[in-house]
């Protein structure tokens, strides 16, 4: 579980509540209610933890009873989990408890099919950093409960020499060199765009080769020379407009890992509902 759920939760009902909510405050502060939660589609459930921490902030006494857990795939139209506590305190926190639920589980839904879709290829599925701001800790999470993997969690715990790198230090291996010296003990990956700095790559020390928009064809290429490469095997990851529709071919040429931004990025909400009764 990620750290800093308080911290963003808290920033999130400040956002939306402020000091106070002038619609919630037309129901007796006495009056008490039970609501159910229920998707609207199919999905891979994830959130919850963000969920209860919206209601805890806007009052202790608010109960949530879950039906399922993060990871797991909840039937379209089924009762996701039960609220009951202060009316005021469930009318503040709905919108944003629904958001995080929303988010959360577009995200895992996304990982869970293109995890799916290469499945038993032998090549696993990595996000990327195109997530959405603030939320990159809690979208990485997700990530796993779809069942993919989490590339780099920032720039601060991995080299990934891109072109502009590559261009700014005098090509690949001289990239390579210089972040194997300066950053000991921390992954080294290098992206490269043709075959020919591929070859070059594998002359260093990186602990990656990342391949940009490599056609099929030539991603297999690459794969038989790693493969024939007299210094051993150095793991490939193919990224570049990766989509549902061509992950499992790109999966079926050898490379170890495919990276896609649209697992975070291109997301289109699961919708949940969130009625009293």
């Not at 920033?11 to 039970?34: G, P, T």
């Not at 909840?74 to 408890?97: D, K, N």
């Not at 929303?102 to 293109?114: E, K, V």
């Not at 990239?175 to 992954?187: E, F, K």
Request: charged share 25%; proline share 1%; hydrophobic share 45%.
């Amino acid at each position: 579980m990620p750290g800093g759920i308080r911290e963003d939760v808290a920033r999130a009902l400040a956002e939306d509540v402020r000091d106070r909510d002038i619609s919630a405050a037309l129901v007796a502060a006495a009056d008490h209610a039970v609501a159910e939660v229920t998707i609207e589609q199919q999905a891979t459930l994830c959130g919850t933890v963000w969920f209860d921490e919206v209601f805890r902030q806007l009052d202790t006494t608010v109960t949530v009873r879950w039906q399922a857990a993060d990871g797991e795939e909840v039937r379209e139209r089924s009762t996701v989990c039960s609220v009951s506590g202060p009316a005021r305190a469930l009318l503040s926190g709905e919108r944003t408890a629904l958001n995080y639920l929303q988010t959360l589980s577009a995200t895992a839904t996304s990982a869970h099919r293109f995890a799916q879709a290469v499945h038993g290829t032998g090549a696993r599925i990595l996000d990327t950093r195109k997530t959405l701001p603030g939320l990159r800790t809690a979208q990485k999470y997700a990530v796993r409960c779809g069942g993919a993997f989490n590339h780099r969690a920032g720039l601060f715990d991995a080299v990934l020499i891109k072109e502009n790198h590559i261009a700014s230090l005098g090509g690949v291996a001289a990239a390579v060199r210089l972040a194997a010296r300066s950053t000991a003990g921390v992954p080294v990956y290098v992206e490269v765009e043709d075959l020919d700095q591929l070859r070059e790559a594998l002359e260093t020390e990186a602990d990656r080769v990342l391949l940009d928009n490599l056609a099929v064809d030539e991603l297999r290429e690459a794969v038989r020379i790693r493969d024939s490469h007299a210094g051993g095997r150095m793991e490939l990851e193919a990224s570049g407009g990766i989509d549902l529709e061509t992950v499992r071919t790109i999966a079926e040429t050898g490379v170890d890992w495919i990276s896609v931004g649209a697992i975070t990025k291109n997301l289109s909400a699961v919708n949940f509902s969130m009625r009293f009764v």
